[in-house]
């Protein structure tokens, strides 16, 4: 599980845990909320493991510490993943391209990366389940952040590829797409002027708990999922519809 020091990601460590099975809580560079993740965790077994997701050998390096000290790998969340705003009449030239090596270095090659590592621990266990967090942003665009909507439109289409090329394997890939979640990456935004315009695009009024998010990676990692390979499935709230 990548970024699972907090937001979604700990909620999803929390989820998997929950039903007994052994988790890898993947930090950059938060040791002490990973540790703190850790410590919460029910059930034993359970690790923290670190890396920069830019980092093509620290990546290597700690999906093969997980699978070694988890005795194997079952199922990969791809959940960690950069924000930061960039909109592109306000910063200078550089500012862009760094967002945009930065932002995909993590939210996409990053994940890929990771998958590929975890890919070559799972084939010889008969298969596994790999879940994507994405985002709505990688279909309503996100203006102001634009290396992170196309990030995950990536994020989207790569998962794609890989339920086709992986199912002979035994391997499923499905993605989620959440809206707003109530997390610390959001937390600016849902507090601020906006907050009550964000919460009023859905219906229900509210933006998602991280342990809804959670709930369905849960389902699509299970073994009964695996006809949702290839599936995108959206987390909004009816926030945003899309044919």
Same mark, same amino acid.
């Given at each position: 599980m990548t970024g !699972? @020091?907090?937001g979604i990601g700990s909620a999803v460590a929390q989820a998997f845990a929950r039903q007994g099975d052994r988790v890898a /809580?993947?930090?950059r560079d938060s !040791? +002490? $909320?990973a540790a703190g993740v850790l410590a919460g965790l029910p059930g034993s077994g359970h690790l923290v493991v670190q890396a920069d997701l830019a980092d093509p050998a620290a990546v290597r390096q700690m999906v +093969? %510490?997980?699978c070694a000290e988890l005795d194997g790998l079952d199922v990969l969340v791809n959940n960690a993943g950069i924000y930061r705003a960039h909109p592109i009449t306000e910063v200078s030239y550089e500012q862009w391209q760094a967002a945009w090596q930065a932002t995909l270095? /993590?939210?996409l090659v990053g994940a890929a990366n990771v998958t590929w590592c975890a890919v070559r621990h799972m084939i010889p266990r008969g298969g596994g389940r790999i879940v994507n967090v994405s985002s709505s942003g990688a279909f309503r665009g996100e203006p102001r952040q634009p290396a992170y909507g196309a990030s995950k439109a990536g994020l989207n289409a790569f998962g794609q590829s890989l339920a086709r090329s992986l199912a002979p394997h035994g391997i499923a890939v499905a993605t989620v797409a959440p809206g707003f979640v109530d997390t610390e990456m959001a937390a600016g935004q849902l507090g601020g002027p906006r907050g009550d315009d964000i919460r009023? %695009? @859905?219906p229900f009024g509210r933006v998602a708990s991280p342990a809804e998010i959670a709930a369905a990676v849960l389902y699509l990692a299970s073994p009964q999922a695996e006809w949702a390979s290839g599936a /995108? $499935? +959206?987390l909004n709230g !009816?926030?945003?519809l899309r044919t």
């Open positions: !699972a @020091s907090r /809580v993947h930090h !040791a +002490d $909320l +093969d %510490q997980a270095g /993590v939210n009023a %695009q @859905s /995108v $499935l +959206d !009816a926030s945003y």
